[in-house]
């Protein structure tokens, strides 16, 4: 079982179509299992996708859990023609590799596009979620976050998938702590189920007493620690958006996969780094075997 993730930077990374491509290419050779993205954007005012290609790229609507309807997502989940994850889905079907997806937005990115999550899976998505671990839930406020998640079937039973994209740990308005717990509550359900928790959490693995401690410390594992193959773990090579400010930054660990019970990893490692995989986003990706 494959699963990995990244942050996309999807619209706003410089030569998207080509970087697209590659990516998608990249994927029909390797194939994962789940794919968890964040950053996943398209244009406002783009016209919706046709129905047909749509169906195409064998899309879920995902369903809203806490919002004001139950109706899929929200008026702003309308995919779009230019929508990264509905493109790259369409891209991967035209090459014999079908995944469904799904795909919520959370806020206004760069002020131009909806800024959402997606995961993709190779199996049939069962059931669908998203909620709010963020108190501000205005869509023009770039700190408004969002999880998304999916279950389905895989070779050891049902697992759920979350794709994560959270704030950072000092934040004034948004801490990760109110994040995190927001993140506990919301899955408390689900307790004593596999979970995964997938993306670009924004806290260094090299600093201690902050996000990664403290998801340690509410009983999650890292991939990263159970794994029997690793490599350096960085994901993010210099300064990039939200990280400028902290001066040079020689590489940093910030995006992680979680499992909420011990299972036996067999490899992770970074993807999408010009070495395994094309350079595709700002971030690197993590690919997990298990």
Known sequence: MKIMTLNTHSLAEPEYESKLAAFAG???QIKPDIIALQEVNQSRDALPAAPGRLRESCYVPCRAIGLSTDSPCAPRAVIR????AFNLALLLARAGVSYQWTWTPAKAGYGIYDEGLAVLSRSPILGT???YITGIRDYENWKTRKILGINTRTEYGDESFYSVHMGWWNDSEEPFEGQWKRISRGLAPLSGKQLWLMGDFNSPA?????????ILASG???AYDLAVSRDSGVTVANAIDGWREQGEISGMRIDYIWTSRRVPV???KTIYDGIYGPLVSDHFGIITKY
């Open 220 to 222: 999650w594992f890292d």
């Open 266 to 268: 067999i490899s992770i």
């Open 129 to 131: 979620s998203q909620f």
């Open 26 to 28: 990249s994927l029909v």
């Open 81 to 84: 023609a230019d929508n990264h």
């Open 206 to 214: 090299h600093v201690t007493g902050q996000g990664r401690d403290l």
